[in-house]
């Protein structure tokens, strides 16, 4: 698929994995039993919290409202990742199962949850949260897509197309079925042996 080609050419794997990571080391340093990163732990909480009761400046406070956007824009992505991967069946799985869980945060959003219209939370927490249903999707994308490898093992280690040579033995058999005496089989059998022998020896080349 081009879209995970791309993706693999530009090395967003190892970025995507590096962003795990980096957001997931600043909570685990900020929960260690160290008193020397007590406001450390004092500053991540102050981001993470959501609620009315909150100290930071206004400008760095959005609606917690908001929060409906995150799965907005995890539907709207994902939707399009599985559009663009309808011929990977693990892809498709898992992306829907992913759909399915932004579709229920996202009607819950909307119909369960009643945001006080005071109520606020960090805009960078707000990020993170837009940029988490971004990723992940894309995140699965990568490892469950299978990358195409060069077949190999029975009929394989003989012809680099054995599909295209078992058809050509079917249309051989009807071929003998019919005694050999109808024309339009014979024409019928030389344009199969000769467009499916094409394609095969660009496939060969592809292989090499």
Request: charged fraction near 10%; proline fraction near 4%.
């Amino acid at each position: 698929m081009y879209l995970v080609g791309l993706i693999r050419a530009l090395g967003l794997r190892g970025l995507l994995n590096a962003g795990w990571v980096a957001a997931s080391l600043p909570i685990v340093i900020a929960f260690l039993p160290i008193s020397q990163l007590l406001p450390f732990h004092r500053l991540l909480m102050q981001v993470a919290r959501r609620g009315v009761k909150l100290c930071a400046l206004p400008r760095s406070l959005v609606p917690q409202r908001n929060f409906l956007h995150f799965y907005m824009v995890g539907v709207v992505w994902t939707t399009f990742l599985l559009l663009s991967t309808y011929f990977y069946w693990k892809t498709v799985f898992v992306l829907l199962l992913l759909e399915i869980q932004v579709l229920r945060r996202l009607y819950e959003s909307i119909h369960v949850f009643n945001y006080s219209p005071t109520a606020r939370m960090h805009i960078f927490g707000y990020l993170v949260g837009i940029l988490y249903d971004m990723f992940l999707p894309l995140y699965l994308l990568l490892v469950f897509s299978d990358e195409y490898v060069i077949p190999h093992g029975d009929w394989f280690e003989i012809v680099s197309c054995p599909h295209y040579l078992a058809e050509i033995v079917i249309y051989i058999g009807i071929l003998v079925a019919s005694r050999g005496l109808d024309i339009t089989i014979w024409l019928l059998l030389v344009f199969v042996v000769s467009n499916l022998s094409i394609a095969a020896i660009e496939t060969h080349k592809w292989y090499q």
